[in-house]
């Protein structure tokens, strides 16, 4: 990609995201990170149509599952990179046996939150999600907690799953795109989401940041083992 081109997909997708941006500071913008956990008592399950969509992505389905984790994530929360290795073992370990379903959070403290979403969701659009969620997680320290536009970075990830870049690019500026993460977004508030991750398993939230043996005793136990 030439370097003038580089430069205009750059302001095409900054000016894109800024307006995207500035509809969700004004509205449900203002949830205060690394607040996420389960209150205290047993609350009723979520309802089921705020957790899981028909376009919601999943990292591992299993058709007829009994149980259904849903996490509510921030490719820049370092609380969610340190969860990342957490829910890639539940994934690994349950394969075939649950469905593990991952909604977008974007929190309004991380400047490059919501463009890594779009990133992760244009992935997507050409099949690549699993691969361009974990490659955010695995590079989050090198780029994470920047005031400065990493779309760049993002592009380049891009380029290294050998994604169609003109799709890639107009998708990731799309307003569609960031209607999509919104939605998302706007599920977690309306379920009283505050922070980053939220789990839910079988609709009930879980504590903050669950260790593995926590997670899985929960999914055990609604799998009936």
């Known amino acids: 990609m030439s370097r003038n081109l580089w430069i205009t997909v750059s302001l095409l997708c900054v000016i894109a995201l800024a307006g995207a941006s500035l509809l969700f500071l ?17 609350p009723a399950p979520a309802p089921a149509e705020l957790l899981v969509r028909e376009d919601s992505h999943h990292l591992t389905r299993s058709e007829g599952a009994e149980v259904t984790v849903v996490e509510f994530l921030d490719f820049e929360c370092e609380a969610c990179r340190a969860q990342f290795p957490v829910m890639e073992r539940v994934r690994e370990d349950y394969e075939g046996r649950i469905n593990l379903v991952v909604r977008y959070f974007p929190l309004p403290g991380h400047a490059n939150s919501r463009p890594a979403a779009a990133a992760v969701e244009a ?10 969620y974990v490659r955010m997680y ?3 320290a090198a780029w994470g907690e920047s005031q400065e536009s990493q779309i760049r970075v993002f592009l380049g990830f891009a380029e290294e799953l050998d994604l169609d870049m003109a799709e890639f690019t107009r998708t990731m500026a799309a307003p569609e795109t960031a209607e999509r993460v919104q939605a998302d977004f706007d599920d977690g508030v309306a379920l009283g989401v505050q922070g980053t991750p939220t789990i839910y398993v079988n609709g009930r939230q879980t504590e903050s940041m669950p260790g593995y043996e926590a997670l899985s005793a ?6 009936g083992e």
């Open 26 to 42: 004004s509205g449900r913008g203002d949830a205060p990170p690394g607040q996420g956990g389960a209150a205290s008592g047993t």
């Open 123 to 132: 992935a997507a659009q050409q099949g690549a999600f699993e691969e361009m």
């Open 138 to 140: 695995e590079t989050q």
């Open 218 to 223: 929960l999914i055990d136990a609604e799998l």
